[in-house]
């Protein structure tokens, strides 16, 4: 979750304490969003279970993906209605 795939926090190189305190913080936080964020829509729309019993997309790569997708056009092109459904989204987490 924290390596390449994920929030690839080794490409940071950060060796201040202070600093890789508040960034462990910042992606605790990202990382309780990413996994609520995939059981709602784990709840919206179940999808396939594999024989052994595990999902075939874990909850926290499904979540962390679509907010990826939610978030990154707001960097180039803001939409307020956009923007105010992942406020509201996020605050109920």
């Known amino acids: ?8 926090l080794e490409a940071t190189h950060l060796t ?11 992606l605790a936080l990202a990382y309780c969003w ?3 964020a995939g059981e709602w829509l784990y709840a ?5 279970v ?11 790569r499904r979540g ?3 907010l990826q997708r939610l978030f ?11 923007a105010a459904f992942a406020l509201l989204f996020l605050s109920r987490t």
């Open 72 to 82: 990154l056009p707001l960097c180039g092109n803001y939409s307020q209605q956009g």
């Open 1 to 8: 979750m924290f390596e390449a795939r994920g929030f690839d």
């Open 16 to 26: 201040a304490s202070d600093r890789l305190s508040r960034l462990l913080g910042v």
């Open 44 to 48: 919206q729309r179940p999808w396939q």
């Open 64 to 66: 962390l993906d679509w």
């Open 34 to 36: 990413a996994y609520v």
């Open 50 to 60: 594999k024989k052994h019993g595990r999902l075939m997309v874990s909850l926290f």
